[in-house]
């Protein structure tokens, strides 16, 4: 598996990212013309329906699994913040914040969330800070 860091943390699918997007992206668009050329059918409404519904599914596909992710990523950091201090998170760091957090080993953790919650710092400035990077090879 590739080596993550914080120049190659992200997650990036082309097969999902740009080949579904422009596929539903080209359906729609042909359907656009052809209602445009034919007129309002039942079946040139209907391509324009699928295409509008198959763009709502590629977008809240990604939204859902993304969403669930991060509800589980701020639950095991909340938990790694009570194992390594005895303590819940800070209540003043973002979901971004504590995403950004997952990166950081157990040795940098501590010290990092505390100055991320006094200084609230960017999830990118996090990112950058930390200097042992924690891989995430799991996420979606």
Known sequence: MQEQNFQKHSRYLPGFHVLTFAVILAAFLIAVIL?????????T?????????LGQLFYYTRKFGTGNQDRII????????FRLTGKAL??????????????APDEEFPELAQRAANENLPAKTIKAAVSKWRADHHRI
Not at 90 to 103: E, G, P, V, W, Y
């Open 35 to 43: 209602l445009i050329h034919h007129g309002f059918s039942h079946e």
């Open 90 to 103: 800070d209540s003043r760091l973002t979901k971004r914040q504590i995403i950004a957090l997952r990166f």
């Open 45 to 53: 409404v209907l391509y324009v329906l699928i295409t509008v519904a």
């Open 74 to 81: 701020r639950a095991e950091e909340n938990f790694r913040s």
